[in-house]
């Protein structure tokens, strides 16, 4: 089992910038694809980005791409979510993690089966 602790949220200005992390402990972190999903409030939750585990491959939705990057440090088993030039319509709890098979491939939300607690993104206009 693993256990995912997302930090790095806050209050930022549209156009601002935020980095999160997420620190994963407990099961091997390297053989594994990561996600950032983010969910609003009413909204469902909905798939931000992902990265293959080795790092060579991301995968973002089209309303961050050009903005957001996800990357990896396998050495520190963590992974992070750098979001530049906010908007409001980023306002929402993100949330890290872990798909549920090593190498595993897919983006839906149902092949990521261990969660963090989530952190609160909240971008004023």
């Known amino acids: 089992q693993v256990q995912l602790e997302e930090s790095g949220g806050g209050l930022v200005q549209a156009g601002g910038s935020l980095r999160l992390s997420c620190a994963a402990s407990g099961r091997t972190f390297s053989t594994y694809r990561m996600s950032w999903f983010r969910q609003a409030p009413g909204k469902e939750r909905e798939f931000v980005a992902a990265?293959?585990?080795?790092?060579?491959?991301?995968y973002y939705t089209d309303s961050v791409k050009g903005r957001f990057t996800i990357s990896r440090d396998n050495a520190k088993n963590t992974v992070y979510l750098q979001m530049n030039r906010l908007k409001p319509e980023d306002t929402a709890v993100y949330y890290c993690?872990?798909?549920?098979?090593?190498?595993?491939?897919?983006?839906?939300?149902?092949?990521?089966?261990?969660w963090g607690q989530g952190t609160q993104v909240t971008v004023s206009s």
């Open positions: 993690a872990q798909h549920t098979t090593p190498y595993g491939l897919g983006l839906n939300i149902d092949r990521f089966g261990s």
């Open positions: 990265i293959s585990w080795s790092g060579s491959n991301t």
